[in-house]
């Protein structure tokens, strides 16, 4: 694997935790303590994914971030309070940490494809 592989991949890796810091973000703020009631188990999914996708070096390994991208993006922009986040600058760390999340998920599945889309000269 090349180095342009494995910077690649490292992308899609900081992609999913930046999504997992939108998310429990303002959960952390609200509470003032890392030990925060979240709302779900997506900070820890997008963690794990992260982590499997920069150790297990097989060459569709990023896909599995892509993937995550993907579902995470689906399943916030059909949750109707998910979306009203985002339109609501007037509350600034949940509408922060919802953009962060969306951008950084479809960061993630643009990251995944192209490290699995390398040239010819770049797989290994």
Same mark, same amino acid.
């Given at each position: #694997? ?10 899609? @890796? ?14 952390? $703020?609200? %509470?003032? %303590? +890392? $030990? &925060? ?6 900070p820890l999914? @997008?963690?794990? $994914?992260?982590?499997?996708v920069a ?5 569709? #390994? /990023? +896909?599995? &971030?892509?993937?995550?991208?993907? *579902?995470? +993006?689906?399943?916030?922009? %059909? ?9 609501? /600058? %007037? ?8 953009? *962060?999340? #969306? ?8 990251c995944g494809?192209?490290?699995? &889309?390398? /040239? ?5």
């Open positions: #694997m090349t180095k342009r592989t494995m910077v690649k991949r490292h992308a899609a @890796c900081v992609a999913l935790v930046a999504a997992a810091i939108g998310d429990a973000g303002p959960e952390i $703020v609200e %509470s003032r %303590s +890392l $030990v &925060a009631k979240y709302d779900g188990p997506g999914i @997008c963690l794990g $994914v992260a982590v499997v150790v297990v070096r097989w060459r569709f #390994m /990023p +896909l599995l &971030a892509a993937v995550t991208g993907v *579902l995470f +993006l689906v399943g916030g922009f %059909s949750d109707a309070s998910f979306v009203g986040r985002l339109g609501t /600058p %007037s509350d600034p760390v949940p509408f922060v940490g919802g953009w *962060l999340q #969306m951008v950084a998920f479809a960061a993630a599945v643009v494809v192209v490290a699995v &889309a390398a /040239p010819k000269g770049d797989r290994r």
